[in-house]
């Protein structure tokens, strides 16, 4: 995926982050999916007063593409920090969200991070799981 585009698709987290519902932990997070369609699903994370029922940014994203019959995905950005304060430089998904990737991503999938288009990095799902239980490689 070339520059320009792991930039744009910052971007969309970072719109997508506004939209975050954290009454709790302040700590606002926003991503977006890219689809290998092209389209683009935002997420951010949704709080809740029962703390199990938060559900993270980047699953939001998953769940409501998914839920449109993608399933097919390129890269997907993830922008976190606390409310009112700078972003963190890299946002990692937690366990949960990394396991929800290797349901419908190969280990080529990039994960987007930064807190600007000057601080970009990039990691791809083999280095940020590796080793991960793959139910079709499993059964065959
Ligand atoms: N959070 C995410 O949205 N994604 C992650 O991968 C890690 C954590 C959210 C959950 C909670 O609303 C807040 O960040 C603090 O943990």
Do not use: W
Request: with cysteine.
């Amino acid at each position: 995926m070339n520059k320009k585009k792991r930039e744009e698709l910052l971007t969309e987290a970072i719109e997508a982050r506004k939209n975050a519902y954290v009454p709790y932990s302040h700590f606002q997070v926003g991503a977006a999916l890219l689809t290998k369609g092209g389209k683009i699903y935002r997420g951010c994370n949704i709080e809740n007063a029962a703390f199990g029922s938060t559900m993270c940014a980047e699953r939001t994203a998953f769940f409501k593409a998914v839920s449109e019959g993608e399933k097919a995905f390129e890269a997907i950005a993830i922008v976190g920090g606390p409310e009112g304060k700078e972003l963190i430089p890299v946002c990692d998904p937690c366990g949960n969200c990394r396991q929800v990737m290797a349901e419908f991503c190969k280990g080529d999938f990039e994960i987007i991070f930064g807190s600007s288009k000057k601080d970009i990095s990039v990691y791809t799902l083999d280095q940020l799981l590796p080793l991960r239980f793959d139910y079709n490689e499993a059964m065959k």
